[in-house]
């Protein structure tokens, strides 16, 4: 199991990336949360099999079809299991 902490730039906002952000890690099976935040990143942390996770990090690179991701920055972390789901928080 993995957790990883991502903030990522570039145009984010504004284009879905949020929910694109949520359609793949459910569909991946990860759990965590997704947030925009004000100098216009995104941040977001997943938890779930090393293998989904590294294919949630690749798919983050590319972002929805709106979206320029000019740079994902990445933290691994321990894995808590703390989450149920994967959402969008404020």
Known sequence: MMRIHCFVSGR???VSFRSF???IAEKLGLTGWVRNLPDER???VAEGQKNNV????????KGPVLSRVDKVKVKKEKY???FSEFKIIH
């Open 12 to 14: 984010v906002q504004g």
């Open 54 to 61: 590294e294919k949630f990090l690749n798919l983050l690179n």
């Open 42 to 44: 995104v941040e977001s």
């Open 21 to 23: 952000t949520v359609k």
């Open 80 to 82: 808590t299991g703390n």
